[in-house]
Every structure is written in C-alpha cells, then in structure tokens.
C-alpha cells in the first residue's frame, strides 16, 4: 500500500475514536463514515495506476476535510478573541489595511486570485511528479496529504471561525474586487464554514511545493512562491488568521522533513 494510504487509514481510526469518545455531532454515522474512509483509502492506496495515483490521494484529501467537519463544536471564544488581537497588532504595525485601501485594483484581484488558486497548485504538483514517474508521485502525496490531515486533526480541539465572519469588512471585501465575490461563492458553497488551526490551505500549498523541489527544483520553486502568495492572501483577506498560516507552513515544513 502507498504510504498516503497508511496516512489516510491512521486518520480513519481517528476520527473513529473520536466518534466513540463522542466527539462528534453525529456520533454514529460519523463513526461509520470515519471507517469507510479508512478501508476506502486503504483499497485506493493499492491501485497501480498512475492516473489513479494523481486523482485519489486529492479526492480523500477532499473527503477527510469534508469528514472532519462532523467533530466540530462550538467556538473556543478565548481563543478567536487571541487570534483577533494578534492580527489587531500586525495589521495596525504594518498598515496593512490604509495599504489595500490605496493599492491598484489589479493587486487585489491578484491577492484573491492567488488564494483561490490552492486546489490547482495541489493538482500542478501531482502532475508535475507523475511526469516523473509512479514513484515520485507517492512521494509527493507521502507528503502532501499528512500535512492536510494534521491540519484538519486539529478542528475539533482548536475551533473557531474565520475572522470574515467576525470582523468589520476589511478593505479588500469593501472594495469587492471581482476575484473576491468568486472565493465568497466558492467558500460559502464549498466549505466547512470553519477555521483551520493550523490552515490546511497553506500547508497543503507549502507541502506541494517542498515534495516537488526534492525532485524538480524549478517547479518546486515556483509552487512555494505560489504557497507564499496564497499565505497573504489568505491572511489579508481574512480567510485565516496569521498564525493558522505561520502553524501551516511548519506543518509542511515538518512533514517534508520526517518523510
């Protein structure tokens, strides 16, 4: 079995035993679901094919981020309340909203663009390596997948909600660039409705870009500056708080180097 597959099955069995330790909303069908994909993973871990091995390991990237929404309670208010003021203090240290006020549009829509670009910096990789062969394609989903599911293990223990839901408009979302009424629909129609501490978004970016830079520096290069980008993005778009960006990038950087 590919090692992704042991990744995925591990996460299985927890979600399962969070399910019987209720932990979750649903506790029955979450216990059901959690070992479906366990043995699902399992099974899809053990396919040859190349294709296959591009395309599975991101649907149960998809499943487990999807599933794990099931073990979310209610918001830990100390905890946003912490995460809102740490950001309080970067942005009003660097000025970034009187910034995004004043900055060309195009950098907007570039910044919303960046942030929506994630899943397809994902894909890129895993192609990128299939082209190298079924082994480097392991390889990259060895390390991209575990980086997303330690992100999402977090959700029931780290919950709060994303600062959009909390805050005033910042001044990207008053001044509404096209891109930003695309993430809304995207993450109001595709999401949890929850925050990632740390954010899978961009250790799922970050971890894409370090696998790939072990066997195609150049691509590899450019996929962690698109992860760089993402990781502003998300933050002053207030998708995600600064640290679940900063615990995101560590997750990968983690992952990367046990693998």
Known sequence: MAEWGWSAVVYGVYLAALACAGRARRLTSAAVLAVAYGLGAAGAATVEGIVAQV???AAFTLGAYWLSGLFVGTPQRGLERWLLGSDETLFSRLSIDRRLAVAPRWVLETLEFAYATVYLVVMVGAIA???LGREAVLYYWAVVLPAELMCYAALPFLRSRPPRSLETPGAIARRAPAMRRL???IVGHGSIQVNTIPSGHVAG???AGLAVLSWWPAIGGVLLVA???????ATVGRYHYAVDCVLGAGVALVVWWIV
Request: zero cysteines; aromatic letters at 0%; a negative charge.
């Open 183 to 185: 993430n809304d629909a």
């Open 129 to 131: 390596m299939a082209s």
């Open 55 to 57: 395309v599975l390991p």
């Open 227 to 233: 992860a760089a980008m993402i990781a502003v993005a």
């Open 205 to 207: 970016a970050v971890a």
